[in-house]
Nanobody, 124 residues
Framework: QVQLVESGGGLVQPGGSLRLSCAPS????????MGWFRQATGKERECVAA????????YYPDSVKGRFTISRGNARNTVYLQMNSLKPDDTAVYYC?????????????????WGQGTQVTVSS
């Protein structure tokens, strides 16, 4: 079974930065749109970034716009989430997701593949 594998989570102080990475365990996702979601304790899962299959379109909610950046690696099979100016409210489990459609957008229901998640904790 194909899995998406996230890495890069951890503990960071407020104002700090982290870079998350996501790569598939098998097959290629170069033609898939990708997204990053997060779920904090007691809250619903929300999209924090999405990118089209070719990297031409991106989406960010207002809560992270200007602080988070989603990008694809040169081979388009790896996706990154650069997170700057982190706040305690950014604390959550972050998930990578992929969809065979060219664009997934903000809805989790449009994504076919999911990673196991990586914990990001922002605390002093």
């Amino acid at each position: 079974q194909v899995q998406l594998v996230e890495s890069g989570g951890g503990l960071v102080q407020p104002g700090g930065s982290l870079r998350l990475s996501c790569a598939p365990s098998a097959r290629t996702f170069t033609s898939f749109a990708m997204g990053w979601f997060r779920q904090a304790t007691g809250k619903e899962r929300e999209c924090v970034a999405a990118i089209s299959w070719n990297g031409g379109n991106t989406y960010y909610p207002d809560s992270v716009k200007g602080r988070f950046t989603i990008s694809r690696g040169n081979a388009r099979n790896t996706v990154y989430l650069q997170m700057n100016s982190l706040k305690p409210d950014d604390t959550a489990v972050y998930y990578c997701a992929a969809t065979s459609a060219g664009w997934g957008g903000a809805s989790e229901y449009d994504y076919n593949y999911w990673g196991q998640g990586t914990q990001v904790t922002v605390s002093s």
